[in-house]
Antibody
């Protein structure tokens, strides 16, 4: 059974850092692209970042480019999102999502999400 | 960026009625090399993450009831629920995965009348 378990969310200071993790199980982690998608409470979905199966290619939304870094560790079957220079508008539920193939494929499994709140 | 729009914003139908949601992309998401539309539909119920329903515009994900169907090509797509059930109350999103940023539509809220 595919499972994605996010962690690392919480309260962060504006301008500060936070690192999210997503522990994956139930599938061959290194064979699938992985992504982060966020959702402001009560609002719609915003794609944040994607990493290819090998980790060699990464992609970002303009709103986070230069501030967020996606990475993966296949030895730990874990996806990461390093978030720096956080802003109030980064406040959201962050979902880890598994693609059902390479980079240009839909997201067939999602974690339950972790809430990030950016506030002083 | 490819902008996704959806209509209507919300709809309320009686149990057993047909519900239709439209999605439009600002650019074609049909890839000429494989003739596939890079378009997915997701269902999100309150307090839950999104769930993949349809991909490649018309392929139903495993385990999804056959009352859900997707159609369309290029820039215009439709999600149809042939006979609305109580458990279908949710927000439905379309998404293009043709080109990054992988954009989502604003969502359509489906309720029971």
């Amino acid at each position: 059974e595919v499972q994605l378990l996010e962690s690392g969310g919480g309260l962060a200071q504006p301008g500060g850092p936070l690192r999210l993790s997503c522990a994956a199980s139930g599938f061959t982690f290194s064979s699938y692209a992985m992504s982060w998608v966020r959702q402001t409470p009560g609002k719609g979905l915003e794609w944040v970042s994607l990493i290819s199966p090998s980790g060699g290619n990464t992609y970002y939304a303009d709103s986070v480019k230069g501030r967020f870094t996606i990475s993966r560790d296949s030895s730990r079957d874990t996806l990461y999102l390093q978030m720096n220079s956080l802003r109030a508008e980064d406040t959201a539920i962050y979902y880890c999502a598994k693609a059902n193939g390479g980079s240009n494929t839909p997201f067939d499994f999602w974690g339950q999400g972790t809430l990030v709140t950016v506030s002083s | 960026d490819i902008v996704m729009t959806q209509s209507p914003d919300s709809l309320a139908m009686s149990l057993g009625e047909r519900a239709t949601i439209n999605c439009k992309s600002s650019q074609s998401v049909l890839h000429s090399s494989n003739n596939k539309n890079y378009l997915a539909w997701y269902q999100q119920k309150p307090g839950q993450p999104p769930k993949l329903l349809i991909y490649w515009a018309s392929t139903r994900e495993s385990g999804v009831p056959d009352r859900f169907s997707g159609s369309g090509s290029g820039t215009d797509f439709t999600l149809t629920i042939s006979s609305l059930q109580a458990e279908d109350v949710a927000v439905y999103y379309c998404q293009q995965y043709y080109r990054t940023p992988f954009t989502f539509g604003p969502g359509t809220k489906v309720d029971i009348k």
